[in-house]
């Protein structure tokens, strides 16, 4: 039976955006390492490389990946703090028993395929229905790692696009600012515009370093950037 991902690749194999996109993709050095080391997304190695930059992936933690699919940065942290996780999806449920105090949560309002150790929620994040059955998961436990690669559907409009994507940042500081224990860890994506500065500086009157990424596996085009913020100042 195909997956998912796989009949996404059937619809869209034949059209010219989807041949341009297939030869960007062939030249690509982060899709062919993504493919040798069964990463679903070439997005994987942005944070690796950004936990090996600042190390706070750790073992016996609460992760939430917001905009998780099709799952890279899930198995990123599956990965590593559960590394006896066979990487394919067989015997998942015999290891619920196995997760060392780590509770790692995907939300997407698309579907993710199963990840060893990894619990999928569908849906909007920005949906109150959804933030609420993340919070049902955490069973009052406060949260280390709350990662957002969400990414809007682009507009082909830089200015809505950056509009939208700061509004996804928005809901999941917001979301953050619940759920966080004081010291965690807030990783978001965002699209560079005239309000990232704004945002910028309210995330430094809440945490202790905010710092702005680009990792080697953003496109060199591409108006995308992380702000890497450590130390939650929880009030
Ligand atoms: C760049 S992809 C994430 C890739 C992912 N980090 C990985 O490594 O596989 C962005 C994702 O954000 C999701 N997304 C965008 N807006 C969302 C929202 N409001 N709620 C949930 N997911 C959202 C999209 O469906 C898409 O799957």
């Known amino acids: ?36 080391q069964n990463y679903r997304a070439r997005s994987a190695f942005k944070l690796l490389e950004l936990d090996r930059k600042y190390n706070f ?7 939430i990946d917001c905009g998780a699919a099709p799952g ?6 599956s990965r590593k703090v559960l590394p006896e996780f066979d990487i394919t999806t067989e015997g998942i449920k015999d290891f619920e028993t196995k997760l060392n105090g780590n509770l790692i949560i995907a ?16 849906g909007d994040f920005t949906d109150i229905s959804t933030q609420q059955k993340v919070k049902e998961l955490l069973k009052e436990r406060e949260v280390d790692v709350i990662l957002s690669d969400m990414a ?24 953050a600012e619940r759920v966080l224990k004081s ?10 515009g005239e309000s990232d500065l704004e945002f910028r500086n309210n995330l430094k009157t809440k945490f202790d370093s905010v ?21 939650y100042k929880k009030k």
């Open 183 to 192: 010291g965690g860890t807030f990783l978001c994506k965002f699209l560079m």
């Open 72 to 77: 890279g940065w899930s198995q990123v942290i």
């Open 152 to 175: 809007p559907n682009f507009s082909g409009q830089h200015f809505i696009d950056h509009v939208k994507s700061m509004e996804l940042c928005e809901s999941s500081l917001n979301f």
């Open 1 to 36: 039976m195909k997956s998912t991902w796989q009949k996404f690749q059937v619809r869209y194999s034949s059209s010219p955006s989807s041949k341009r996109w297939t030869a960007r993709q062939d030249r690509d050095q982060f899709v062919k390492k993504a493919q040798s």
């Open 211 to 231: 710092r702005h990424e680009k990792p080697q596996a953003v496109r060199k085009k591409s108006s995308e950037g992380y702000f890497m913020c450590l130390g």
């Open 57 to 63: 992936i750790k073992p016996g933690s609460v992760f």
């Open 107 to 122: 939300v997407d309002s698309l579907p993710i395929e199963p990840i060893p150790g990894v619990n999928v929620i569908q």
